[in-house]
């Protein structure tokens, strides 16, 4: 039996972790919404999170679907997600102009 690495998706990881990061913070963001405002909103938020990391959204959707058959890669890729929200919610604390 022979060992084969798994196949390079088309975002890198810690890239991918920081735009599913992203994902997150818009879906909190139009969580209240309802209907096709909401559903256009998040996309046009998706697609500018992919805009400012300077990658596809295509590259995006196909690297996703190749976590999905990688489990074990997808749960290091969500432990990198999980420490940027982490970060992003100590900063927002930290910042009394992000306070509501």
């Not at 890239?15 to 997150?24: C, E, N, P, R, Y």
């Not at 990658?55 to 996703?64: A, E, F």
């Amino acid at each position: 039996m022979t060992c084969q690495r798994a196949e390079p998706l088309p975002v890198p990881d810690d890239t991918l972790a920081k735009v599913l990061a992203d994902v997150h913070v818009a879906e909190a963001a139009v969580q209240n919404l309802s209907g096709t405002y909401k559903d256009s909103l998040k996309s046009a938020f998706i697609a500018q999170a992919c805009s400012i990391r300077q990658i596809k959204l295509t590259d995006l959707y196909k690297s996703v679907d190749m976590l999905v058959q990688q489990p074990d890669r997808m749960e290091k890729v969500y432990k990198r997600v999980e420490k940027r929200l982490e970060a992003l919610g100590k900063a927002q604390k930290s910042n009394p102009a992000l306070e509501k």
